[in-house]
């Protein structure tokens, strides 16, 4: 049998070149060529391994004649047209285990550092100001906690909620769920009852723009909103509404609508963008919840399992 042949797209944890050459394979590294520059030799690999530089479309795939999987290092695949790679027999792998912990603390986090104005009263007290009445938190403890989506990073979210006597429950599109963290719940009964809301889905058609102004109107009561999953789950003009009247009492942000497809940067500046950058009841970091030291060697290894359970 011949080695197989993969070619790495993104810079990633150095095991998994490490271990897969061990295994006999043969790697090519190119984090540099352009789409039209990978997609004209694409045909030579029997693998391919990426995380978001590069869009694997319809046309990329059916110029890939020999391959038999693509790996992505993280959760979501949104970047790979699925239903083309699957009608081609190509072999989709993912590491969604790899950074659910990460994900899981960061929500934790977000939602501390808004409650209890840490951020804030930590800059106010830099800059000589020492105010605290005004700086009064609000604690987790008791809150009812609504999860949409109960996969890896929603069920490690709910465990580390559930530390907080938080009651955690939660909405899925697959049946009983239900676990010792959390309790799963129709999408009605959750916006009944939830006073923080926290994303944990996947970009698909039927996610684009879930959370808009019609979904914020049913939401019984005031809340906090988390998002970690994809910022366009969120339709962030009206979110950026509701924080305005109240509805919502905060904003943990994680991801934008406004990133480029690759994560790397903002796509766009827009007047939205700009009032949740400047807003106290907003906290905007860089798609960083799955991003620690641990997780990248824990998503490399997830990818690295997998590929040689399957063609090693």
Not at 42 to 71: H, M, Q, T
């Amino acid at each position: 049998m011949s080695s197989m042949r993969i070619l790495l797209l993104d810079k990633n944890h150095p095991l998994i070149t490490e271990q897969l050459l061990a295994k006999d394979c043969i790697l090519e590294e190119d984090f540099s060529s352009s789409y039209d520059e990978v997609c004209s030799k694409i045909e030579n690999y029997d693998g391919v391994i990426i995380r978001s530089r590069i869009p694997l479309d319809k046309n990329f795939l059916e110029k890939a004649k020999n391959l038999r999987f693509i790996a992505r290092v993280g959760a979501g695949m949104e970047n790979i047209d699925i239903p083309v790679a699957e009608k081609l027999g190509i072999q989709l792998i993912n590491s969604p285990e790899g950074n659910r912990d990460s994900v899981a603390e960061h929500v934790v986090g977000m939602l501390l550092i808004l409650m209890n104005r840490l951020f804030i009263a930590s800059q106010e007290v830099k800059n000589g100001i020492w105010l605290r009445e005004e700086n009064r938190g609000d604690e987790l403890l008791g809150k009812t906690v609504g999860l949409i989506g109960y996969g890896n990073m929603g069920k490690a979210t709910a465990k580390r909620l559930s530390g907080f006597g938080c009651k955690v429950i939660f909405h899925d599109i697959l049946p009983d769920l239900s676990d010792e963290y959390a309790k799963q719940v129709s999408l009605e009964e959750l916006k009944e009852k939830a006073e923080v809301l926290s994303l944990h889905i996947p970009l698909t058609e039927e996610t684009h723009y879930l959370i808009d102004s019609a979904f914020i109107a049913e939401m019984k009561n005031e809340f906090y909103f988390v998002n970690t999953a994809r910022g366009k789950n969120v339709e962030t003009e009206s979110l950026v509404d509701a924080i305005e009247s109240g509805k919502v009492k905060g904003a943990c942000l994680d991801v934008l609508e406004y990133e480029k497809s690759s994560f790397e940067n903002i796509e766009a500046e827009t007047e939205t963008l700009q009032y949740l950058l400047n807003s106290e009841k907003a906290i905007v970091t860089p798609h960083i919840a799955g991003w620690t030291h641990q997780s990248k060697e824990k998503l490399a290894q997830v990818i690295v399992d997998k590929i040689v359970a399957s063609f090693l």
